[in-house]
């Protein structure tokens, strides 16, 4: 019980002193004098001498059941609950007041946990009224869990976690969600996907469901993030002088790694975010102080890194950049400084309060890809992708949205890593020729196709599918991730991509009013050029999100319009992007909405005054 035992003692010293005995009963000087000097030894944190000391009123005062469950009470804070239990079972729970028959409930449910005795646990612990203090009610609910656990119900105990845990923080949060997802885990697959399935949108168990899929191996259609209001629209008040839910830390440390296989995606990443932190002076928004740090690129370098940045001051920390550093810092015991990881962990582990994840996830792409052809009624899908990680991940995930938008996936082919002769994986597809199957005839003009083709593949080798797929005749609508395209204008090039759409970060076609000009930026830094404009957008990102991100995970619906993408946090603190849609003609890719905004957006910036990382 580590967890809760600092509340506990808080409510223990609060009872004693407030003298709690029942109203009927008269105490004399000297009872008085002893009670306040057993609550002054429990003030003190001298439980076991506390708890001596109420057993010994309890041998004279006329309310001795409520000296016992002090002194129970004390022992159980000093970690002796075992000497608690001679006397425990024999206050007299009728002779109790207040709350003291719902503390004794919670104390005899300890015990009894303690004894192997579940049952008795769990019938003390879910009686119809229980009510007990605000301070005990983290006890309550463990204490439930944990009978619930033993008893086998693994989905009532995971029910319990979760109503804990808005009200945990730090290590204890991330403690309770690992066991959380676990039990869910200890389910089973199917039976999940059955409760899933079941489940309305909103049900607050349903995130965590998703959770222990994930961990089970099974791709998750997960609601795509609903943007409801811009961050910075709203003042909080008259007179106020900051846009509403702009908090920006007055010293920031980023952490990235400076050398290795990952230096020139931090290098990207650094000079987008140092971008965004020099304009921010156009719109006079506050600049805190920002010291980058090394990461290393290993577990101990960023530990190092983080604790160097906490020692010198830091108020927030962005960054690291790997999933193996990132799990590191998730890890710790403790995360004094809030965190804005710039990945995802390795063990798919929850960020805990004061920690939020933001990263270039393939699975955002895929999903968005199903979403975007599903709203067009294309709802048959082929799938071709090629081998690398990005795109099998981007594969599954949009295999599992096409579904839950009722749609299906009517073949699935990987091209192989080398070699130009694509005929055999197009052939294997049987994907109608010409319109010539029955469930899909041929649309009217300007009509959706209710068949399209989804590919993830490096610009080289779509060049070679597309004119590949024309020549067997299949004539089908072609949606992609943004790996098609390379970032640049080569209408040359491109022309064999004419027609494709694809998901991107708006910054590359500046479809996003208030960010710098990519032209003009891109002319002055390489990085910002070709495929690393997306890390430079993404350290953009990593600078706008810095005065937003609590605001983003506290309000469901807000979001930031970044240069990656519309920027939402789930209840993980998990940003989540919406991507923009293009499309190539005549060679050139162009979006296909034109700007995310309105050029008259507000400013999103107070008032004058005041691993690839990209493959998650």
Same mark, same amino acid.
């Given at each position: 019980m580590r967890l809760y035992r600092a509340a506990g003692i808080v409510l223990l010293i609060s009872l004693a002193l407030s003298a709690c005995v029942p109203p009927t009963a008269t105490r004399s000087p000297a009872e008085i004098a002893a009670s306040q000097q057993a609550d002054a030894l429990a003030q003190q944190g001298k439980f076991e001498d506390a708890a001596q000391a109420y057993l010994a009123l309890a041998k004279t005062s006329a309310t001795p059941d409520h000296y016992r469950l002090l002194a129970a009470e004390a022992y159980r804070q000093e970690g002796q609950l075992d000497r608690a239990a001679p006397f425990a079972n024999d206050i007299r729970r009728q002779r109790l007041t207040g709350d003291e028959p719902s503390r004794l409930d919670l104390l005899q449910a300890e015990l009894a946990l303690k004894q192997h005795d579940?049952?008795?646990?769990?019938?003390? *612990?879910?009686?119809?009224?229980?009510?007990?203090?605000?301070?005990?009610?983290? /006890?309550?609910?463990?204490?439930?869990?944990?009978?619930?656990?033993?008893?086998?119900?693994?989905?009532?105990?995971?029910?319990?976690?979760?109503?804990?845990?808005?009200?945990?923080?730090?290590?204890?949060?991330?403690?309770?969600?690992?066991?959380? @997802?676990?039990?869910?885990? !200890?389910?089973?697959?199917?039976?999940? !996907?059955?409760?899933?399935?079941?489940?309305?949108? +909103?049900?607050?168990?349903?995130?965590?469901?998703?959770?222990?899929?994930?961990?089970?191996?099974?791709? @998750?259609?997960?609601? $795509?993030?609903?943007?409801?209001q811009e961050v910075g629209t709203m003042t909080p008040g008259e007179g106020a002088n900051v846009r509403e839910g702009y908090k920006m830390p007055a010293r920031v440390a980023l952490l990235l790694p400076a050398n290795g296989n990952l230096a020139a995606a931090s290098s990207a990443i650094r000079e987008g975010f140092f971008a965004a932190y020099a304009d921010a002076s156009r719109n006079h928004a506050p600049r805190p102080l920002v010291r980058v740090y090394d990461s290393g690129g290993t577990a101990a370098s960023a530990i190092?890194?983080?604790? $160097?940045?906490?020692?010198?001051?830091?108020?927030? @920390?962005?960054?690291?950049? *790997?999933?193996?550093?990132?799990?590191? #810092?998730?890890?710790?015991?403790?995360?004094?400084?809030?965190?804005?990881? #710039?990945?995802?962990?390795?063990?798919?582990?929850?960020?805990?309060?004061?920690?939020?994840?933001?990263?270039?996830?393939?699975?955002?792409?895929?999903?968005?890809?199903?979403?975007?052809?599903?709203?067009?009624?294309?709802?048959?899908?082929?799938?071709?992708?090629?081998?690398?990680?990005?795109?099998?991940?981007?594969?599954?995930?949009?295999?599992?949205?096409?579904?839950?938008?009722?749609?299906?996936?009517?073949?699935?082919?990987?091209?192989?890593? *080398?070699?130009?002769?694509?005929?055999?994986?197009?052939?294997?597809?049987?994907?109608?020729?010409? +319109?010539?199957?029955?469930?899909?005839?041929?649309?009217?003009?300007?009509?959706?196709? *209710?068949?399209?083709?989804?590919?993830?593949? /490096?610009?080289?080798?779509? /060049?070679?599918?597309?004119?590949?797929? !024309?020549?067997? /005749?299949?004539?089908?609508?072609?949606?992609?991730?943004?790996?098609?395209?390379? +970032?640049?204008?080569?209408?040359?090039?491109?022309?064999?991509?004419?027609?494709?759409?694809?998901?991107?970060?708006?910054?590359?076609?500046?479809?996003?009013?208030?960010?710098?000009?990519?032209?003009?930026?891109?002319a002055q830094l390489p990085a910002a050029r070709g495929t690393s404009a997306r890390l430079f957008a993404f350290g953009m990102d990593a600078w706008s999100l810095a005065p937003y991100v609590d605001w983003l995970r506290a309000h469901p619906g807000s979001y930031l319009p970044g240069a990656s993408g519309q920027l939402t946090a789930d209840q993980f603190g998990r940003v989540r992007r919406v991507l923009v849609w293009a499309k190539f003609q005549d060679g050139l890719a162009r979006p296909l909405n034109g700007s995310l905004q309105m050029d008259s957006a507000p400013a999103l910036s107070p008032p004058v005054g005041n691993d690839q990382p990209s493959q998650g």
């Amino acid at each position: 019980m580590r967890l809760y035992r600092a509340a506990g003692i808080v409510l223990l010293i609060s009872l004693a002193l407030s003298a709690c005995v029942p109203p009927t009963a008269t105490r004399s000087p000297a009872e008085i004098a002893a009670s306040q000097q057993a609550d002054a030894l429990a003030q003190q944190g001298k439980f076991e001498d506390a708890a001596q000391a109420y057993l010994a009123l309890a041998k004279t005062s006329a309310t001795p059941d409520h000296y016992r469950l002090l002194a129970a009470e004390a022992y159980r804070q000093e970690g002796q609950l075992d000497r608690a239990a001679p006397f425990a079972n024999d206050i007299r729970r009728q002779r109790l007041t207040g709350d003291e028959p719902s503390r004794l409930d919670l104390l005899q449910a300890e015990l009894a946990l303690k004894q192997h005795d579940a049952n008795r646990a769990l019938q003390l *612990t879910t009686q119809p009224n229980i009510s007990v203090p605000p301070a005990l009610q983290l /006890r309550l609910l463990e204490l439930r869990a944990q009978a619930m656990q033993e008893t086998g119900d693994y989905w009532g105990a995971a029910r319990s976690r979760m109503e804990m845990d808005s009200q945990l923080s730090g290590l204890d949060q991330t403690q309770n969600r690992k066991q959380l @997802v676990a039990l869910l885990v !200890k389910l089973g697959a199917d039976p999940l !996907k059955q409760r899933a399935s079941a489940m309305q949108q +909103g049900d607050r168990m349903l995130p965590w469901v998703n959770e222990a899929l994930t961990q089970l191996g099974v791709a @998750v259609a997960r609601q $795509q993030p609903a943007l409801e209001q811009e961050v910075g629209t709203m003042t909080p008040g008259e007179g106020a002088n900051v846009r509403e839910g702009y908090k920006m830390p007055a010293r920031v440390a980023l952490l990235l790694p400076a050398n290795g296989n990952l230096a020139a995606a931090s290098s990207a990443i650094r000079e987008g975010f140092f971008a965004a932190y020099a304009d921010a002076s156009r719109n006079h928004a506050p600049r805190p102080l920002v010291r980058v740090y090394d990461s290393g690129g290993t577990a101990a370098s960023a530990i190092k890194a983080y604790q $160097q940045a906490v020692t010198d001051g830091a108020q927030l @920390v962005i960054g690291p950049l *790997t999933r193996g550093e990132v799990s590191a #810092l998730f890890g710790l015991s403790d995360l004094p400084v809030a965190l804005l990881a #710039l990945n995802h962990p390795d063990d798919k582990s929850l960020p805990a309060n004061g920690v939020s994840e933001f990263g270039l996830l393939p699975e955002t792409e895929g999903a968005q890809a199903a979403d975007h052809m599903a709203e067009r009624g294309t709802l048959t899908a082929y799938v071709i992708v090629s081998s690398d990680d990005f795109a099998q991940r981007a594969a599954t995930a949009f295999k599992a949205e096409i579904e839950a938008r009722g749609g299906k996936v009517a073949g699935m082919g990987n091209l192989p890593a *080398t070699g130009v002769n694509f005929a055999p994986t197009i052939t294997g597809l049987g994907m109608p020729t010409d +319109g010539n199957d029955p469930g899909n005839p041929p649309s009217e003009a300007g009509g959706a196709s *209710t068949s399209g083709v989804f590919i993830s593949m /490096r610009p080289q080798q779509a /060049r070679l599918l597309l004119p590949q797929l !024309k020549l067997a /005749r299949v004539n089908l609508p072609v949606f992609g991730t943004s790996h098609i395209y390379a +970032g640049v204008d080569d209408a040359g090039a491109n022309r064999d991509l004419e027609g494709v759409e694809f998901c991107d970060a708006p910054w590359l076609f500046d479809a996003q009013p208030g960010l710098p000009n990519r032209g003009d930026i891109a002319a002055q830094l390489p990085a910002a050029r070709g495929t690393s404009a997306r890390l430079f957008a993404f350290g953009m990102d990593a600078w706008s999100l810095a005065p937003y991100v609590d605001w983003l995970r506290a309000h469901p619906g807000s979001y930031l319009p970044g240069a990656s993408g519309q920027l939402t946090a789930d209840q993980f603190g998990r940003v989540r992007r919406v991507l923009v849609w293009a499309k190539f003609q005549d060679g050139l890719a162009r979006p296909l909405n034109g700007s995310l905004q309105m050029d008259s957006a507000p400013a999103l910036s107070p008032p004058v005054g005041n691993d690839q990382p990209s493959q998650g």
